[in-house]
């Protein structure tokens, strides 16, 4: 699938080894509107992939860089895990009406099989989660 450059201000240095994949739904009716939202440094919010209805990529923040995704979150003894963790988001109402598009299937796999072969993951997570 296609990967997009969409970087966010949202962002900082990462200090932490990454360990975990969070997976989000971003809760808003199409893409525009959350890339938008990432891009403004007022949000305060970023991932590091959204993934659009159509199954395309858009690498908002570097794998080694932190994304502001999580906010007081706990993980196996860890705290704020923005600093251990890549954050995979789908474009997605999140309403429990919507599904996820194969497209948008296909695309999470790839995100996930990548950072699984080349970081020490230890686990997938949601954000309801953590």
Same mark, same amino acid.
């Given at each position: 699938?296609?990967?997009?450059?969409?970087?966010?201000?949202?962002?900082?240095?990462?200090?932490?080894?990454?360990?975990?994949?969070?997976?989000?739904?971003?809760?808003?009716?199409?893409?525009?509107?959350?890339?938008?939202?990432?891009?403004?440094?007022?949000?305060?919010?970023?991932?590091?992939?959204?993934?659009?209805?159509?199954?395309?990529?858009?690498?908002?923040?570097?794998? $080694?860089?932190?994304?502001? &995704?999580?906010?007081?979150? #706990?993980?196996?003894?860890? *705290?704020?895990?923005?600093? !251990?963790?890549?954050?995979?988001?789908?474009?997605?109402?999140?309403?429990?009406?919507?599904?996820? $598009?194969?497209?948008?299937? &296909?695309?999470?796999?790839? #995100?996930?099989?990548?950072? *699984?072969?080349?970081?020490? !993951?230890?686990?997938?997570?949601?954000?309801?989660?953590?």
């Amino acid at each position: 699938m296609t990967e997009v450059l969409r970087l966010s201000p949202n962002q900082d240095t990462r200090a932490h080894p990454i360990r975990v994949i969070v997976i989000h739904a971003d809760a808003s009716p199409n893409e525009k509107g959350t890339l938008g939202w990432l891009e403004n440094p007022k949000s305060k919010v970023s991932y590091h992939v959204l993934i659009g209805r159509k199954g395309t990529k858009y690498r908002c923040v570097l794998d $080694t860089r932190r994304a502001w &995704a999580v906010g007081y979150s #706990v993980w196996r003894g860890a *705290r704020n895990i923005n600093h !251990i963790a890549l954050n995979v988001a789908f474009a997605n109402r999140n309403d429990g009406k919507e599904p996820l $598009t194969s497209a948008q299937i &296909a695309s999470a796999r790839e #995100v996930i099989a990548e950072w *699984r072969a080349k970081w020490k !993951i230890e686990d997938t997570t949601t954000h309801q989660i953590v």
